[in-house]
């Protein structure tokens, strides 16, 4: 069962702000919502990961919507080298493993 | 900053032959972890190690054996290699708890013949 669902593919221009939407309807209380993306042929790279708040680092920003329910990956310049697989999760806190679905792949274009 | 080490990068081995992955982290972690990914797939959870002297299968672990040696080391056992083994693995570790944050090393690809 599937707690993430995630767009398979999406394009946007260098320079630009990309939002990743992620819907996680299912979510508990007590679960986290992860981001991690993966550069081809790379290992996994953290970005960001929230409870409840909206939060920001030097990577990205992540919106959660009120109830929960989504969220939202912001990288507000996408460069050339944001271009990767970038993968939503969803994992109670007292969990030490995290699933990774299919993500999605997002190509920055000049 | 070396974070986590796998070796080797590359292996290829014969069907029945047998072969260990080693990981190493020097960020102090108390959790360990082994992944795989095949080819267009998302990652896959084989084994873990929630903390030194414990370890737990994950979501497709028949066929590996783990050792956590001590705290830095956590290795990956194939004892009869399958051509279905054939994949990407990747060790990671994590402090553990709450909103933990897991980081990966780059990766081993092992073909099986």
């Known amino acids: 069962d599937a707690k993430t669902t995630q767009p398979p593919s999406m394009d946007c221009a260098e320079g630009r702000a990309a939002n990743l939407p992620c819907n996680h309807s299912?979510?508990?209380?007590?679960?986290?919502v992860y981001w991690y993306r993966q550069i081809h042929s790379q290992g996994p790279q953290y970005i960001i990961h929230?409870?409840?708040n909206n939060e920001t680092n030097e990577m990205a920003s992540l919106i959660i919507t009120e109830d929960r329910k989504s969220s939202t990956l912001i990288l507000p310049h996408a460069t050339l080298r944001d271009t990767a697989v970038y993968y939503c999760?969803?994992?109670?806190?007292?969990?030490?493993?995290?699933?990774f679905g299919a993500g999605t792949t997002v190509t920055v274009r000049a | 900053n070396a974070g986590v080490t796998q070796t080797p990068k590359f292996q290829v081995l014969k069907t029945g032959q047998s072969m260990t992955l080693q990981c190493a982290q020097d960020?102090?972690?108390?959790?360990m972890y082994w992944y795989r990914q095949d080819p267009g797939m998302g990652l896959r959870l084989i084994y873990y190690?929630?903390?030194?002297?414990?370890?737990d299968k994950g979501e497709v672990p028949n066929g590996y054996n783990v050792s956590r040696l001590n705290k830095r080391e956590f290795s990956l056992r194939l004892e009869s290699a399958a051509p279905s083994q054939t994949s990407v693995y990747f060790c990671?570790?994590?402090?553990?708890?709450?909103?933990?944050?897991?980081?990966f090393g780059e990766g081993s690809w092992l073909t099986v013949v």
């Open positions: 960020m102090n972690h108390n959790s």
């Open positions: 999760i969803v994992s109670p806190s007292e969990d030490y493993k995290l699933s």
């Open positions: 990671a570790s994590s402090e553990g708890g709450a909103g933990n944050t897991i980081y």
């Open positions: 299912t979510i508990s209380g007590n679960e986290y």
């Open positions: 190690s929630a903390s030194e002297g414990t370890t």
């Open positions: 929230g409870l409840k």
